[in-house]
């Protein structure tokens, strides 16, 4: 299975994000962020050592740049889904649901935020009946002052 969906609709839950899940400078599929992971495991040699160097805080190197702390927290995670399947194609497969329950508490994320934005904008004010009133009390006004003149 194959989603060509940006990282930041799959991603882990951040709070340094402000709001946003996910690792922040992504813009990647899930088929890349496999990608990646694979080759962290390869640096490291297995899942178990990969989630050991987290754990150690072992900097660890992928595309030839150190993973940042929010990558090594999703990282991390992916590990564990991996490690607890089994590994093989049943950790890949955990990982990709993972990365699709990821998907779906960002797209639930974005629907409430949306809601609340659409909450705390106030409906426009009708003031057709304010206009009709001082439209009316003009009339009456030049009524008044055509009144007073016309009978001097």
Same mark, same amino acid.
């Given at each position: 299975?194959?989603?060509?969906?940006?990282?930041?609709?799959?991603?882990?839950?951040?709070?340094?994000?402000?709001?946003? &899940?996910?690792?922040?400078?992504? &813009?990647?599929?899930? !088929?890349?962020?496999?990608?990646?992971?694979?080759?962290?495991? @390869?640096?490291? @040699?297995?899942?178990?050592?990969?989630?050991?160097?987290?754990?150690?805080?072992?900097?660890?190197?992928? !595309?030839?740049?150190?993973?940042?702390?929010? !990558?090594?927290?999703?990282?991390?995670?992916?590990?564990?889904?991996?490690? &607890?399947?089994?590994?093989?194609?049943? @950790?890949?497969?955990?990982?990709?649901?993972?990365?699709?329950?990821?998907?779906?508490?960002? &797209?639930?994320?974005?629907?409430?935020?949306?809601?609340?934005?659409?909450?705390?904008?106030?409906?426009?004010? !009708?003031?057709?009946?304010?206009?009709?009133?001082?439209?009316?009390?003009?009339?009456?006004?030049?009524?008044?002052?055509?009144?007073?003149?016309?009978?001097?």
């Amino acid at each position: 299975m194959e989603s060509k969906l940006p990282i930041y609709q799959l991603a882990a839950p951040c709070t340094s994000c402000q709001g946003l &899940n996910g690792i922040k400078n992504w &813009n990647w599929s899930a !088929d890349n962020i496999l990608h990646r992971f694979n080759q962290a495991v @390869g640096a490291v @040699g297995s899942v178990s050592n990969l989630i050991n160097s987290f754990k150690n805080g072992t900097p660890i190197n992928v !595309d030839g740049k150190t993973l940042s702390e929010e !990558d090594r927290k999703f990282f991390y995670q992916m590990a564990l889904q991996s490690q &607890n399947a089994g590994g093989g194609q049943a @950790g890949n497969e955990a990982i990709m649901q993972f990365l699709l329950q990821n998907q779906q508490m960002m &797209n639930q994320y974005m629907m409430n935020q949306n809601a609340a934005n659409n909450n705390n904008n106030p409906e426009p004010k !009708d003031n057709t009946t304010l206009y009709v009133g001082l439209g009316i009390g003009g009339v009456i006004f030049i009524a008044m002052i055509m009144l007073m003149m016309s009978k001097k």
